[in-house]
């Protein structure tokens, strides 16, 4: 990619996240962490008490973005062939036929993920891990880009079913969405900032930019000492006693890619200790389990945060 083409596309990534931070009240943080995600080519998992703005922040990804889109909301009688797509024999052609569900799309929103069973959250492991569905022996290829963008309710909420580990491993990052700031509030009430804005916001992107960019995410310069720095990170979350579980090397991966996907955002063709640190705990912390021996007065859910603000801050950063 030559130097001006670079510079164009790293503009259209910039007008993106100026347009979802007027949707967005407040939470420039959650914003670009969820645009890290989408052009490292993961997946997105959004969590937080209701009525935060979860959803609309999966709404206006998905608007932002000039490809198919799709919305369903998980309840706890859905199956998984709901989400993928069902076989249905058809008496004039003799035959089974396959029809398509909602996971064939750009971007899927899969609304209160943790509100449905585990056997049809499951149904979505295979799409988002090899971009494909198997039905009945069949493979089917899902248009490219393809993005994930789930919305949970914290875990201790009523009527949730956690998502396994093997699940949340498929999400290259895990974002919170907690109450807004006082200023932030005040403007959301008074001028109904999400709701107005959304209807607003016009696409700044196509699919082919975001494929574009995902390509250009790869080419950024990764320098040997900052691979040592993340594999320590992950070295001592397999170590540390208040783990029963570590990083995983697809986790570690994660990281990577993320990392590159910052310095991008930040129109740099090379990455810097600062965009890998502060992307440790939204990359990790859904990966690993706390045991019982870690005291804390923090909610389960943010245990795994702690941990890992600890460990962080003891690995040296390289110079």
Do not use: W
């Amino acid at each position: 990619m030559s130097p001006e083409i670079a510079i164009a596309v790293s503009h259209k990534a910039a007008e993106l996240e100026k347009a979802l931070r007027r949707v967005i009240r407040g939470k420039d943080d959650v914003v670009r962490l969820a645009l890290v995600s989408i052009f490292a080519r993961g997946h997105l998992l959004i969590e937080g008490v209701p009525g935060v703005g979860k959803t609309t922040l999966g709404q206006a990804l998905a608007r932002a973005i000039d490809c198919t889109f799709q919305r369903v909301q998980f309840t706890s009688d859905m199956l998984p062939s709901d989400v993928l797509g069902i076989s249905v024999y058809s008496a004039m052609e003799q035959e089974f036929e396959f029809k398509r569900g909602p996971v064939f799309t750009n971007v899927l929103l899969a609304d209160e993920i943790n509100r449905t069973t585990p056997k049809t959250q499951s149904a979505l492991l295979e799409a988002m891990n090899e971009g494909q569905v198997t039905v009945d022996a069949h493979s089917y290829e899902l248009p490219q880009p393809f993005l994930v963008i789930a919305t949970q309710n914290p875990v201790e909420h009523h009527g949730t079913y956690p998502l396994p580990e093997s699940q949340l491993d498929r999400f290259l990052m895990r974002v919170r969405m907690g109450y807004p700031e006082a200023a932030a509030e005040r403007e959301i009430v008074r001028s109904e900032a999400g709701a107005a804005h959304l209807q607003d916001l016009r696409p700044v992107l196509s699919g082919a930019d975001v494929l574009e960019m995902q390509e250009a995410v790869k080419r950024i310069r990764v320098d040997e000492s900052l691979v040592s720095y993340a594999l320590e990170i992950v070295r001592r979350t397999r170590e540390s006693e208040y783990l029963s579980l570590g990083v995983s090397p697809r986790g570690a991966q994660a990281l990577y890619r993320a990392a590159q996907a910052m310095a991008f955002l930040d129109g740099r063709s090379f990455c810097t200790p600062e965009d890998f640190k502060p992307l440790a705990v939204p990359v990790f912390a859904h990966r690993v389990v706390v045991n019982g021996s870690y005291a804390s007065t923090l909610k389960k859910s943010e245990q795994a945060d702690q941990v890992l603000r600890e460990i962080v801050e003891n690995v040296a950063v390289p110079v």
